[in-house]
């Protein structure tokens, strides 16, 4: 059965940082390009970053792009979302997934999902 998990949300202060870990069990992690979506309240779940199955090629979105750094270890099955300058509009829960295909930004290109940990940026 796969498993994502995450972990390392909380709350912050206006240009903190916190990092986010995901780890992954039950799936062959080397062969999945995984990713980070996030959700506010009463808005659509949406893309934040992504990294291929070897850390070579990485995309994000432009609100998060220089502020955010997507990263993998292979060998601990977990991939890794840094974040700092962190804004009150970060605010979100934040999700790992998993997709067999290439990097990509469209939720549904995702096969599995985490349960999501609360990042809460105040100002």
């Known amino acids: 059965q796969v498993q994502l998990v995450e972990s390392g949300g909380g709350s912050v202060q206006t240009g903190g940082s916190l990092r986010l870990s995901c780890a992954a069990s039950?799936?062959?992690?080397?062969?999945?390009?995984m990713a980070w979506f996030r959700q506010a309240p009463g808005k659509e779940r949406e893309f934040v970053a992504a990294i291929n199955w070897s850390g070579s090629s990485t995309n994000y979105a432009d609100s998060v792009k220089v502020r955010y750094t997507v990263s993998r270890d292979n060998n601990r099955n977990t991939v890794y979302l840094q974040m700092n300058s962190l804004k009150p509009e970060d605010t979100a829960v934040y999700y790992c997934a998993a997709a067999i295909s290439r990097v990509a930004t469209r939720l549904a290109t995702y096969d599995y999902w985490g349960q999501g940990t609360q990042v809460t940026v105040s100002s």
């Open positions: 039950g799936l062959t992690f080397s062969a999945y390009a």
